[in-house]
């Protein structure tokens, strides 16, 4: 697999809206819902992506599918927060961990790097997804691999989501992140991030049936897409009919910058 230097080259279609969908969830929650045959669903879901994340053992499997445009992402950090009350081994202590080099990632093929962002935990986690943050865009810059960083606000101590959404996109930012993906936190807020934010940003909807409204929200703000979650796997969506969304929203957004 082909390795690329710079954002434009990880997501060619990035001057228009993209599709990314996270399938890195296995790495703290093991079998996801949908892709239990992961190396024979995932070839049917690319033609409709424009960028797919996985932890670095799957995309080992995909280094063989010569010839797809999606870009292919790996997972560098593992965290426990995904497990809730119904997981076997349920959430005690959060936790958050480094678990992959750059030099490692580039040697599986991967074109781009993603780490989360914790917010609302202890301190301690904050600083260490801070440090990880910023070595792996210093580092990556170095190797041409771009970071993108996954704010996830969702720790007890949070007492104002829409708040802590925007703190955590500017962290990210401070951090050197190339590309930034924040979960819906309400038109304000949204507003407050397209104008703080100097780098492209993807949305994560707060539901599948919230998806369109939220996302022509964030379009006429200038995200550059949508971000699907391991939670989308379980649901009865349309990855297609969201990907031809999206090409709509392409279309009209060059016919607006034509005018």
């Given amino acids: 697999m082909q390795n690329h230097h710079g954002l434009k ?11 990314l969908l996270d399938t890195s969830g296995g790495l703290s929650l093991g079998p ?14 690319l033609p409709s992506l424009d960028g797919l994340i996985c932890s670095s053992g799957l995309l080992r499997h995909l280094t063989d599918m010569v010839g797809s445009e999606t870009a292919f992402l790996v997972r560098m950090d593992w ?10 081994l349920p959430l005690l202590t959060p936790k958050h961990l ?10 599986l093929g991967a074109t781009g790097m993603v780490v989360d ?3 609302g935990y202890e301190e ?10 910023v070595q792996l865009a210093l580092t990556g810059r170095e190797l041409g691999l771009p970071l993108i960083v996954e704010v996830r606000p969702y720790g007890p101590r949070i007492t104002m ?28 807020s949204l507003k407050t991030i397209a104008t703080m934010i100097a780098v492209p940003w993807l949305l994560i909807s707060s539901s599948i049936t919230t998806t369109g409204k939220e996302w022509e929200e964030s379009r006429d703000l200038g995200s550059a897409g949508v971000w699907l979650d391991h939670t989308w796997l379980a ?3 349309s990855l297609d009919e969201l990907a031809e969304d999206l090409h709509s929203s392409r279309r009209t957004i060059e016919i607006k910058h034509e005018h």
Avoid at 9 to 19: K, Q
Avoid at 79 to 88: A, E, G, K, V, Y
Avoid at 98 to 107: C, D, R, S
Avoid at 124 to 133: F, G, P, R, S, V
Wanted: proline content about 9%; aromatic content about 8%.
């Fill in 9 to 19: 080259e990880l997501l060619p279609g990035l001057e228009h809206p993209v599709l």
């Fill in 79 to 88: 965290t426990n927060i995904l497990r809730d009350s119904s997981f076997p």
């Fill in 98 to 107: 480094f678990i992959l080099e750059p030099k490692e990632a580039l040697a």
């Fill in 117 to 119: 962002f914790l917010l």
């Fill in 235 to 237: 649901t009865d969506f």
């Fill in 124 to 133: 301690a986690i904050e600083a260490h997804c801070l440090k990880t943050a």
């Fill in 32 to 45: 996801l819902p949908g892709l239990e045959e992961f190396k024979k669903t995932i070839p049917s879901m």
């Fill in 161 to 188: 989501f829409g708040k802590a959404v925007e703190l955590g996109a500017s962290l990210a930012q401070e951090c050197g992140a190339d590309l930034i993906v924040v979960p819906y936190p309400g038109l304000d």
